[in-house]
């Protein structure tokens, strides 16, 4: 793989059951991601279809220009394919991708809704705003980096090795769209987030459990791992546990 380019396509498991799970993955990552917790929802008979968001899974020259909205549109997108061949559907999502299936959560179709790291409010996130600014007026592109604490915890990752700055402020953009619209969600929700993120904020989760009107939300601590973890056995558990609670009622 060369650096910065991880080529991968969009996951799509087939299933038997009514029951469809649509899975969006964060920013400067892929679908791949989501591999393990898709087969093991597979397993249960649903179809879990990850698809791969505009200017991912390519290079990360791919992503200048692409907008938040073009990723929600992409979002919507992946959910009407999936209503051609489900009647209820739970969307989800890592970081920024549980951002779109928070926006999604209005469509009929949709039962409920599963974060994964997401956030409203990142750490420091008007530091980093200026930072991105005046970074902005100097250079096009920043490598990223990550300090050793959270080398040690986040494992293998297929992700772009830089990006463009432009698009880490639409992903600021989308976070702060999202929380100013919060009270408009009102699907059951399962918000799960680790205990030792280094991006997102603790008072995140909360915001968000305090922000919608959902009668049925839960938030799930998950200790000591990176802000991606959807291979967590735990986590694969949980999400089964949710969508099979919620499913029924």
């Known amino acids: 793989m060369e650096e910065g380019r991880p080529k991968t396509g969009p996951i799509w498991l087939k299933g038997d059951s009514k029951i469809g799970i649509l899975l969006f993955h964060g920013w400067i990552l892929t679908p791949d991601e989501f591999s393990p917790l898709a087969?093991?929802?597979n397993s249960f008979g649903y179809?879990?279809?990850?698809?791969r968001l505009s200017g991912h899974g390519t290079k990360p020259?791919?992503?200048r220009g692409v907008t938040w909205q073009d990723w929600l549109k992409d979002s919507q997108d992946a959910l009407r394919?999936?209503?051609k061949h489900t009647s209820?559907?739970?969307v989800g999502g890592i970081s920024m991708g549980g951002n779109l299936a928070m926006l999604l959560s209005e469509d009929e179709n949709v039962a409920g809704v599963i974060t994964m790291g997401t956030s409203v409010k990142y750490h420091f996130q008007k530091l980093v705003k200026a930072c991105l600014f005046f970074l902005g007026l100097?250079?096009?592109y920043r490598h990223v980096y990550y300090p050793p604490w959270v080398r040690k915890k986040m494992g293998r990752h297929n992700a772009y090795s830089y990006y463009p700055l432009g698009s880490?402020?639409?992903?600021?953009r989308l976070a702060e769209y999202t929380r100013d619209n919060l009270s408009k969600i009102g699907k059951p929700m399962l918000i799960m987030q680790s205990t030792t993120d280094h991006l997102v904020s603790r008072k995140s989760p909360q915001m968000i459990y305090n922000g919608i009107k959902s009668k049925i939300k839960e938030i799930y601590w998950i200790e000591n791992v990176y802000h991606v973890f959807a291979d967590k056995k735990n986590v694969h558990e949980k999400t089964k546990e949710f969508?099979?609670?919620?499913?029924s009622l």
């Open 88 to 90: 209820i559907i739970f």
């Open 138 to 140: 100097a250079k096009t």
């Open 243 to 247: 969508i099979s609670r919620t499913a």
């Open 39 to 41: 087969k093991y929802l």
């Open 168 to 172: 880490a402020k639409e992903v600021i």
């Open 81 to 83: 394919e999936l209503k």
């Open 61 to 63: 020259e791919d992503l």
């Open 47 to 51: 179809t879990v279809s990850a698809p």
